[in-house]
Structures are given as C-alpha cells and as structure tokens.
C-alpha cells in the first residue's frame, strides 16, 4: 500500500537543526507517514558555481543528523542514479511504486521551482509543503498546489554555517556533535563567502 512520503532533496552541505525542524514539522502538520532527506548526487543549479561536498561525505552527515528519529530516512536514490540529480525523476520513481509525494520547501526556493528540470511536470505530481523562513514572502505560482507550514526553528543556512566554520566560529547550536565530528575527522573546509 502506498504512504504519504514527505520529499526533503537537497544538497546539505552540511545538513543542519534547520533541516531537521523543517521536516519535522511538515511530517507532524502534514500527517505524512514519512519524511525522506534526498540527498542530491550533482545539484547542477548550485555546482556550476562553487564546489560542493563530495556527495558520499554529505549522504554521511545527513544520515549522523537524522540518527534515531522515528519516520524520518535518508535516501541515496540520487547519489546512486548517478549524474545531475532532478527532482522529478525521484518523485516519478516514489509515485511509480504507489505512493503520494508531498514536496518539502523552504520558502526561499519557491522563486526558483520554475527553473528546475520539467518543472512542468512535476507541477501535476506533487503538493508542495511550502516551510516559512523569516524575511521571504513565497510568490503564489499558478498551477502549484503549496501549503505553508510554519516551523519555529532558528533561521540559518547552510551557506551561514560553511561561513561559520569556514572563520572557526562556534556551530553547536545548530550541528548535532555527530555531524561536527565527522566534518573534524575528513577535515571538510570551507572557505568563507566572499561577497
């Protein structure tokens, strides 16, 4: 029988308490059955221009970050596909084995749906569960079917806490030690943003 997946892809790099609020809350204010951290194997919009975490060490990290709690997974489908990861070949493939996909945003990426891979199509296969995020007012697109979730979590980015880490700042309070851990053990670095 088929459930009610929650489809959380991105690059996380590295993942966070953010990303963890933000599932956790669609799963519980969606009723989803299970919420699924799709981690991209080639984010093509964002390794055009600037380097990106080899995928298996944030596939690792992703995994450390979700460790332990009930209904949330993580997924290497795309890691495994190979190539430039599209959204819409994963929500084929989830729908072809009999489930309903409800896509999870962050209300900072729904400006850009339109540009993603056959946006035309996956328009027809999924809700999108659209997660608030303080300073971003989500465009209503025409066609979309998008429910906002709001989610009381700390505001940061990925981008904020490669910075962070980058200038030797203190990231506890949004990196599980697991994840930090790991990032010391394979010395993953990264430079500060240049504006």
């Keep these: 029988m088929g459930r009610r997946i929650g489809l959380f892809g991105g690059t996380f790099d590295p993942p966070h308490s953010g990303h963890l609020a933000a599932a956790s809350g669609a799963k519980e204010a969606l009723e989803l059955d299970e919420v699924l951290f799709v981690v991209a194997n080639d984010p093509w919009q964002k390794s055009s221009h600037r380097r990106v975490t080899e995928a298996q060490h944030r596939l690792a990290m992703t995994k450390l970050l979700v460790e332990g709690i009930e209904g949330i997974e993580v997924s290497d489908v795309e890691i495994l596909r ?58 209503a697109l025409e066609g979309w079917l998008m429910l906002r979730v709001a989610v009381g979590s700390e505001d940061i980015s990925s981008s904020e806490v490669r910075d962070q880490i980058g200038e030797g700042a203190s990231v506890d309070y949004v990196l599980p030690a697991s994840v930090r851990r790991y990032i010391d053990q394979y010395q993953l670095a990264w430079e500060p943003h240049k504006n």
Excluded: F, M
């Design 82 to 139: 190979g190539g430039e990861s599209y959204t819409i070949d994963t929500v084929s493939e989830l729908r072809g084995q009999g489930h309903e996909v409800t896509l999870i945003v962050g209300a900072d990426v729904v400006a850009g749906i339109e540009t993603w891979e056959r946006s035309d199509e996956l328009r027809k296969l999924v809700c999108v569960a659209v997660i608030d995020r303080p300073g971003y007012n989500p465009p």
